[in-house]
T-cell receptor, first 111, second 115 residues
Framework: LAKTTQPISMDSYEGQEVNITCSHN???????ITWYQQFPSQGPRFIIQ???TKVTNEVASLFIPADRKSSTLSLPRVSLSDTAVYYC????????????FGAGTRLAVHP | DADVTQTPRNRITKTGKRIMLECSQT?????MYWYRQDPGLGLRLIYY???????NKGEISDGYSVSRQAQAKFSLSLESAIPNQTALYFC??????????????FGPGTRLTVL
């Protein structure tokens, strides 16, 4: 079972780059790594997904080392609106009962 | 996401009552899910469905049942609600046709309180 470990909370300031690392030592060969963002009283929203190396989209980058036992979500130049909980999710299309949302990382962005 | 709707948005009920939470989606996705979230915790999967005839238990299915009435509708029932089922419930959908681990689209949530 691919359990994930993330820091409980992080603080940052507007304009800074934020890196959130997730550990997933038991990741399986077919597992993808997905990050979600959740604002209070809203459902999680997909940010980015990757399998290996680096993935970048318009809002974030995802860095995955060769052993895939960890991953780092990078948010460039955060703003106050990036204050949210960020979840690292490991799983694959064939085994949804193995999808686990951990407690997530609560990111607070300060002025 | 307006493409995934949940009703009701808030519900207060009493112990022992039967409750049904409904989820509808207009995204045309095959796969639907029910999660619960407790304060300060992540989401836990209750049930998931790959299509109308395929329903599977998730991590915490005890005390819950589901019905997939159509591709677009997936209902969660609490046959006899108890206070520790007080939580925020989310419905989600994903597209079978996407490669790799699919992106899930979440509804706005239903806040359920069992007294």
């Amino acid at each position: 079972l691919a359990k994930t470990t993330q820091p409980i909370s992080m603080d940052s300031y507007e304009g800074q780059e934020v890196n959130i690392t997730c550990s997933h030592n038991n990741i399986a060969t077919n597992d993808y790594i997905t990050w979600y963002q959740q604002f209070p009283s809203q459902g999680p929203r997909f940010i980015i997904q990757g399998y290996k190396t680096k993935v970048t989209n318009e809002v974030a980058s995802l860095f995955i080392p060769a052993d895939r036992k960890s991953s780092t979500l990078s948010l460039p130049r955060v703003s106050l609106s990036d204050t949210a909980v960020y979840y690292c999710l490991v799983g694959f299309s064939g085994g949804y009962n193995k999808l686990i949302f951990g407690a997530g990382t609560r990111l607070a962005v300060h002025p | 996401d307006a493409d995934v709707t949940q009703t009701p948005r808030n519900r207060i009920t009493k112990t022992g009552k039967r409750i049904m939470l409904e989820c509808s989606q207009t995204k045309g996705h095959d796969r639907m899910y029910w999660y619960r979230q407790d304060p300060g915790l992540g989401l836990r999967l209750i049930y998931y469905s790959f299509d109308v005839k395929d329903i599977n238990k998730g991590e915490i299915s005890d005390g819950y049942s589901v019905s997939r009435q159509a591709q677009a509708k997936f209902s969660l029932s609490l046959e006899s609600a108890i206070p520790n089922q007080t939580a925020l419930y989310f419905c989600a959908t994903s597209d079978f046709r996407l490669a790799g681990g699919p992106e899930q689209f979440f509804g706005p949530g239903t806040r359920l309180t069992v007294l």
